[in-house]
């Protein structure tokens, strides 16, 4: 079956520190993921995404790393801030299918 | 640009009873996709429109329905609600790559 778990549900940083954020994914035919940022009572806000003919894409102050050797997705936000506070989903969808396939998230709690 | 808007934010219905769902895509925009979020869990996907057809279909009963008009938006419609369908159901749009989301309908059937 597919399945996109994540390795922490809470993750607790201080300001200005780099988190990263993992998650592991089982579909090998999966050629796009995703991050998705989710704050209370609103939709998932996308941040980044990567193909799987990259391994690392780069965006304002997030980067995505991809190994498709061990099926391993990471999300680093670097010197997070109080308002990185959210819920993050890693995505995935299969090469010719349209559904994307989500995880149950982790809890990025940011310290002042 | 208005973005992804869904309609209405909140609902609350009895079991047994139908209801409908309403998103609206960001501009330029033609596919449309439903997914829904019980508490504490992911998005799960409910089924994809694109050309007022569904183009694919997650693991949810017929009572689950949907409807693309040719503006591009979309409805979800539910039929014999369970107290399980409590939830937050999102509207996701896309043209090519990346799905933009909605606010979300949060629905509670008691």
């Known amino acids: 079956g597919e399945s996109v778990g994540l390795h922490l549900p809470t993750l607790s940083v201080q300001e200005g520190d780099n988190s990263i954020i993992n998650c592991a994914y089982s579909?090998?035919?999966?050629?796009?993921f995703i991050w998705y940022k989710q704050e209370s009572g609103k939709g998932p806000q996308f941040i980044i995404d990567?193909?799987?003919?990259?391994d690392k894409r780069q965006g304002q102050r997030v980067t995505v790393l991809l190994n498709k050797t061990v099926k391993h997705l990471s999300l680093q936000i670097a010197a997070t801030q109080p308002g990185d506070s959210a819920v993050y989903f890693c995505a995935e969808r299969e090469t010719g299918f349209q559904k994307l396939v989500f995880g149950t998230g982790t809890r990025l709690l940011v310290s002042p | 640009d208005a973005g992804v808007t869904q309609s209405p934010t909140h609902l609350i219905k009895t079991r047994g009873q139908q209801v409908t769902l309403r998103c609206s895509p960001k501009s330029g925009h033609d596919t449309v996709s439903w997914y829904q979020q019980a508490l504490g869990q992911g998005p799960q996907f409910i089924f994809q429109y694109y050309e007022e057809e569904e183009r694919q279909r997650g693991n949810f009963p017929d009572r689950f329905s949907g409807h693309q008009f040719p503006n591009y938006s979309s409805e979800l419609n539910v039929n014999a609600l369970l107290l399980g369908d409590s939830a937050l159901y999102l509207c996701?749009?896309?043209?090519?790559?990346?799905?933009?989301f909605g606010q979300g309908t949060r629905l509670t059937v008691v």
């Open positions: 990567i193909r799987s003919n990259m």
């Open positions: 996701a749009s896309s043209l090519v790559g990346e799905a933009f």
């Open positions: 579909n090998s035919a999966s050629d796009y």
